[in-house]
C-alpha cells in the first residue's frame, strides 16, 4: 500500500435532481477548506437545460469533474467514483445536501492525526432535528447493530454503522476490500451496513464525526424516490438488499431466516396497511420475491465490481 495521502476528493452520485444539486455544488465550491476536486456521478438521462448549462460551465472551467453513467445505481456510480478519484481521501456525499462549518477540513484532520483509520462518517441532520450532545444507546446486536445510531450527535465516537451521504473514506483500503456491493439493487438498502462491516472484517475501524455535519434536506423529486412508493408494490426492488445483508452477514442460517421473516411482518405492520389492508397480500408478494432473489445473489456469489458502461464529459 502507497504512503498515505491527505488530499481529497468530493464524489456526489446524483439522480434526477437539478435546482437542488447545483446548490449543493455551490455550497461546496464555497466552504473554507476546498476539496481538490469535486466528481459529479450523474446517473440523469437529461437535466433541465440550466442545469445542463452550468454542469457544463463548471466542467470546462475545471471547477468540477462531472462523469456521466448510462444505468442507475448508486452502488455503481460510488464505485466509479471511487476508482477515478485521484485523492488519498474519498469524501461521498449526498446531492441534496448543505455543508456545516469545515466539513472537509474535518474528515481530512481525522485521517491525518489517525492515518490507519479507514474511514470517518460525518453528522446527517433530517429536516426535523437538531445536533445535540447523546451518546449512542447501543441497544440493538447482531445484525441490528448501530442500526439506531444518533447520526445527528456532536460527538465522536466509533461506530458499526455507516450513512453514505456523508462518508469518508481511505480510497485504498476501500478498493482493497472491493468497495461497494453491486449486488445490492434497487433502493440498495442496507448496502452502507455492509459496507462497514465488511471494513470491520479486514481489520479497520469508523468513526463518527459530530463535527463534520451536513444538513441533508430531503428532496422529494429524484434519488431512491424514483423507486416509487414501497408501501403499494409488489416489486422486490425494495426489500432485495435487506435481505440480501442478512444472508451475507447473519452468524447462522437460523439468524438469517429469522431475520428475514421478522422483516416481513415489520413491512406489513404500518398504519398505512392497518387502513389500507387490501394492500398487504401485494407488499407480501414483493417480500417474498426480494428474498428470493436474494437468495439467487447469495448463490452467485459476485462481488466483483461491473460496472463498466460509463463515458465521461
Not at 24 to 50: F, K
Not at 142 to 150: A, H, M, Q, T, V
Request: with cysteine.
Amino acid at each position: 500500500m502507497s504512503e498515505f495521502k491527505t488530499d481529497l476528493s468530493i464524489v456526489i452520485p446524483t439522480l434526477g435532481r437539478d435546482a437542488v444539486l447545483v446548490a449543493t455544488i455551490e455550497s461546496l465550491l464555497r466552504l473554507p477548506t476546498r476539496a481538490d476536486e469535486i466528481i459529479i456521478v450523474d446517473q440523469t438521462p437529461q437535466h433541465a437545460t440550466d442545469t445542463d448549462a452550468r454542469l457544463k460551465q463548471w466542467s470546462d472551467q475545471s471547477r468540477i469533474r462531472w462523469v456521466r453513467l448510462d444505468r442507475p445505481s448508486i452502488t455503481c456510480s460510488m464505485n466509479h467514483g471511487l476508482r477515478i478519484a485521484t485523492s488519498g481521501l474519498v469524501l461521498f456525499l449526498d446531492d441534496d445536501i448543505r455543508p456545516r462549518g469545515d466539513l472537509v477540513g474535518q474528515h481530512r484532520a481525522a485521517h491525518a492525526e489517525c492515518p490507519e483509520r479507514w474511514a470517518t462518517v460525518g453528522q446527517v441532520l433530517q429536516p426535523w432535528q437538531k445536533p445535540l450532545d447523546v451518546d449512542a444507546p447501543r441497544l440493538l446486536t447482531g445484525l441490528r447493530l448501530d442500526e439506531d445510531f444518533p447520526f445527528h450527535s456532536t460527538r465522536e465516537m466509533e461506530v458499526h454503522n455507516v450513512m453514505a451521504g456523508n462518508l469518508c473514506v481511505h480510497r485504498e483500503r476501500a478498493l482493497s476490500i472491493g468497495g461497494f456491493d453491486e449486488n445490492f439493487q434497487g433502493a440498495a438498502y442496507r448496502f452502507e451496513t455492509d459496507f462497514a462491516r465488511r471494513i470491520e472484517a479486514a481489520g479497520g475501524t469508523i468513526v463518527f464525526l459530530g463535527g463534520a455535519g451536513i444538513d441533508h434536506l430531503r428532496v422529494a423529486k429524484g434519488g431512491t424516490r424514483l423507486e416509487g412508493d414501497h408501501l403499494r408494490s409488489a416489486s422486490p426492488r425494495h426489500g432485495v438488499g435487506d435481505h440480501y445483508y442478512a444472508m451475507r452477514h447473519a452468524e447462522s442460517r437460523v439468524e438469517a431466516q429469522f431475520y428475514c421473516l421478522r422483516r416481513m411482518f415489520r413491512e406489513v405492520r404500518t398504519k398505512f396497511h392497518l387502513m389500507h389492508p387490501w394492500w398487504i397480500p401485494v407488499k407480501l408478494v414483493g417480500e417474498a420475491r426480494a428474498y428470493f432473489e436474494a437468495s439467487r445473489l447469495i448463490r452467485q456469489n459476485s462481488d466483483s465490481i461491473t460496472c463498466r458502461h460509463d463515458h465521461s464529459r
